[in-house]
């Protein structure tokens, strides 16, 4: 049953590619009651629109052709329009410009090997991921890191709420602002609480430093236990949803 599913969502990527690469082409537009979404910059050196097909978010859409890559690749047999979708599927991940999916993908494939390759030493590559996503969220806490990393060119307004975030949690960090009961102040102009975009940092605001340590070794931990239950796994399509 599991597998027939993803092997839905596979077929399912096909068309909503091809309307991403024809909207990155050219721009918005409608096809029946369906709104082909496209942004108002072009993607720098492609120069083309970015495009979501029909997804509101562009991060959703990418993530889809990143499971639909994954269901590919685990395939035994490969036929030409398997092919087709999977050159499709990289060209929507392309033209979405969802720079969170590009690093999605490289956690997953760091997971998948250290996983399938059975290997000690394997783990080792769960290093540079680690770090590549504590510097991601450095930038709000150095701006040392964020002047390196040029994020002020494109982090669709995460290092302000990063920012906005480590201030809340300076103010409050014991305790923390009290979950679902932030209202007023926390962010300018805003009613009520905004989503930093980071789940643990939205923690931190929420409960205070100590619950939000205790909600990150909560992950680790849970993350460890699962990667060492699957290790060694053979089985494909589950060791990609690990991934």
Not at 13 to 37: M, W
Not at 163 to 178: D, K, S, T, V
Not at 212 to 220: P, R, S
């Amino acid at each position: 049953g599991g597998v027939a599913v993803f092997d839905a969502l596979f077929l399912l990527s096909f068309p909503l590619s091809i309307l991403s690469v024809l909207g990155a082409i050219k721009g918005q537009f409608f096809i029946g009651p369906l709104l082909v979404r496209a942004s108002v910059w072009r993607i720098p050196l492609l120069g083309v629109w970015s495009s979501s097909s029909i997804f509101f978010d562009t991060n959703y859409f990418a993530i889809l052709c990143a499971v639909a890559l994954c269901v590919f690749i685990t395939k035994p047999h490969k036929t030409v329009l398997d092919w087709l979708i999977c050159v499709c599927d990289v060209a929507g991940i392309v033209t979405a410009y969802s720079r969170a999916a590009f690093l999605a993908l490289f956690c997953a494939f760091c997971v998948y090997v250290v996983v399938r390759l059975r290997k000690s030493w394997a783990f080792l590559l769960l290093i540079p991921t680690a770090l590549l996503v504590l510097t991601l969220i450095g930038t709000a806490f150095a701006p040392e890191v964020s002047v390196f990393l040029q994020v002020d060119r494109g982090m669709t307004g995460r290092k302000s709420l990063w920012e906005f975030a480590r201030e809340r949690i300076l103010e409050r960090p014991w305790c923390g602002w009290g979950i679902g009961a932030i209202m007023g102040g926390t962010f300018p102009y805003q009613a009520g609480w905004l989503s930093s975009h980071n789940s643990f940092l939205d923690m931190f605001v929420h409960a205070g430093i100590p619950v939000g340590l205790a909600y990150i070794v909560l992950f680790v931990h849970s993350l460890w236990k699962l990667l060492v239950f699957s290790y060694g796994d053979t089985r494909p399509q589950r060791l990609w949803l690990l991934a």
